[in-house]
């Protein structure tokens, strides 16, 4: 089992850049495939980036495409999201997600796949 706490969301101006951190404790952190998710109170949840287990694949939704990175350390045992160029329409609360996948390179997209959830961080862009 994996306990996930995100951090680093806040209130920002449209163009400004956060970086959100999703904190891991419990089994080995690599054995996770993570990815990042938001909701806000118009949509259901929906996905934004994903990251392999090795770090070395990553995919982004493309309403992010070229603004936000996501990036892990291993040795530290942390998932981020660097939000960059930052719009009215990426408020959101932003959630962690892991799934213990069964390949090292695997990239998955889909909500249903992962089975363990941060508490999520709010993320307000005023324009």
């Known amino acids: 089992q994996v306990q996930l706490v995100e951090s680093g969301g806040g209130l920002v101006q449209t163009g400004d850049s956060l970086r959100l951190s999703c904190a891991a404790s419990?089994?080995?952190?690599?054995?996770?495939?993570l990815a990042w998710f938001r909701q806000n109170a118009a949509k259901e949840r929906e996905f934004v980036a994903s990251i392999s287990r090795a770090g070395g694949h990553t995919f982004e939704d493309d309403s992010v495409r070229g603004r936000f990175t996501i990036s892990r350390d291993n040795a530290k045992n942390i998932l981020y999201l660097q939000m960059n160029d930052l719009k009215v329409d990426d408020t959101a609360v932003y959630y962690c997600?892991?799934?213990?996948?069964?390949?090292?390179?695997?990239?998955?997209?889909?909500?249903?796949?992962?089975?363990?959830w941060g508490q999520g961080t709010q993320v307000t862009v005023s324009s």
């Open positions: 419990g089994r080995t952190f690599s054995d996770y495939a």
């Open positions: 997600a892991a799934w213990a996948a069964p390949l090292l390179n695997g990239i998955y997209i889909a909500r249903q796949v992962y089975k363990h």
